[in-house]
């Protein structure tokens, strides 16, 4: 635009020369030439504005426009009428359908054609016009609030590289759990189902959680995750409504992995003298086994259990189909113990008399929590003394700390649980 304004002043100036050819500036002439030719630029600088606020407004003509047409849109959206809410009990041919409403009544309706037939299968929830009962959209399945919030949208930090001491835990876990999400033609090409479910068992403190989050960053799965005492609900039949929108979204988002957390909660082995509560419970782990291995195949969904306390387990859950591999969790040896105590030691700031044979030999019986704590308690220790290294000293303080902090928990550990398992309480 630039470039066409200065060849129209360049043209002006051309025909201005060729006009004044011959006239002297004090005539009559030039003086009347040079006030139409002034009036001529402001006449042109006016047209200018005027096709520019033209085009401005029809611009904004089109704007206009095109908001009118979005908000009549959306006062027609207002003002249509409420439509009715059914669930799909038959597909039919033609695009009917057996649709069944909430007070009641059983209908036999048409389906819009800018419903996708193929989509409506039995249990799918639609609405319908209340004057002709035509579906015209298939609704979202309705989930607890509860069963959304166990979804994992951001993959945990932990890997397999930063778990000491379980190398063969980690491939078993492996195994049944992520090569059947990455590489299901090789199952297909041996001739066998992989298996459904793995339980975690072992005592506190291990890498259970670890393990679960480290198989939850290296899948692309949807992961699933939830403690078992969240499914124990007030009311009758809580529980087993959220077990069964758990399954149905892990379904629904398949491939994807189930992680129950503190599965003896809500899976203890049933007796026959039970309370209200108990049965409740009970009721809510029949529905777990329905869904585990009931009717309705699972598919592209593996389960992982986690407890501390497997012994308490009904017999029913730990069978092959629903957990089909059972991997112990054990407290580190001495390889093991070293791996944990060398992935924690480099990150700090140690003293050159930090010896790692002798913490080995510390921290006997010590599980990877007890590692890790060790590793904190030490820090604090060279804080409270004011320095910035770790020393060995540290260390030492740090171990009989922790191992008086066992005692005492040991001790009401004990005391609040009567026979405690040989072995499971330190």
Not at 94 to 119: A, C, L, N
Request: charged share 35%.
């Amino acid at each position: 635009m630039k470039k066409d304004a200065e060849k129209e002043v360049d043209e002006k100036s051309l025909i201005q020369r060729r006009h004044l050819r011959g006239l002297s500036e004090d005539s009559s002439l030039f003086q009347e030439f040079f006030e139409d030719v002034s009036e001529e630029e402001d006449l042109f600088q006016e047209m200018r504005r005027v096709k520019e606020e033209r085009e401005y407004l029809e611009r904004e003509i089109e704007r206009l426009k095109s908001r009118i047409m979005s908000l009549s849109e959306e006062l027609s959206r207002l003002k249509s009428p409420p439509q009715v809410v059914g669930t799909v009990v038959e597909v039919l041919e033609g695009r009917r359908v057996i649709v069944s409403t909430p007070g009641g009544p059983t209908f036999v309706v048409r389906v819009s054609k800018y419903v996708p037939f193929e989509g409506l299968t039995r249990g799918t929830k639609v609405s319908m016009t209340r004057d002709t009962m035509t579906i015209t959209d298939i609704l979202p399945s309705a989930k607890d609030p509860m069963v959304g919030a166990m979804e994992v949208v951001e993959r945990p930090q932990v890997s397999f590289e930063v778990i000491g001491g379980l190398r063969k835990q980690i491939e078993e876990l492996k195994e049944v759990v992520e090569l059947p999400l990455k590489r299901p033609d090789i199952f297909r090409r041996v001739g066998v189902d992989p298996p459904k479910g793995v339980l975690l068992a072992g005592p506190p403190g291990c890498g259970k959680t670890m393990l679960a989050q480290a198989i939850a960053r290296e899948t692309s799965a949807t992961f699933i995750r939830l403690v078992g005492s969240e499914l124990v609900q007030k009311y009758i039949g809580e529980g087993a409504r959220l077990v069964r929108e758990l399954f149905q979204l892990a379904r629904e988002k398949a491939p994807s992995i189930v992680f129950l957390d503190e599965l003896d909660a809500i899976a203890h082995r049933r007796e026959d003298e039970t309370t209200s509560a108990d049965r409740e419970v009970q009721r809510t782990l029949m529905q777990l086994l329905a869904e585990m291995d009931g009717f309705d195949t699972l598919g592209n969904v593996r389960i992982i259990g986690a407890t501390n306390r497997p012994e308490v387990l009904d017999r029913a859950i730990l069978r092959p189909g629903r957990i089909d591999r059972v991997i112990w969790i054990p407290l580190p040896d001495e390889t093991g113990r070293e791996e944990i105590l060398k992935i924690y030691l480099k990150r700090m700031n140690l003293s050159r008399d930090v010896n790692m044979e002798r913490l080995v030999h510390l921290t006997d019986g010590f599980s990877g929590a007890d590692i890790k704590a060790l590793c904190t308690e030490a820090g604090m220790m060279a804080i409270r003394r004011r320095r910035y290294k770790v020393r060995m000293k540290d260390f030492q303080d740090a171990v009989l700390k922790i191992k008086d902090s066992g005692d005492v928990f040991t001790s009401i550990g004990k005391g609040r649980l009567g026979d405690a398992p040989a072995g499971m309480y330190r």
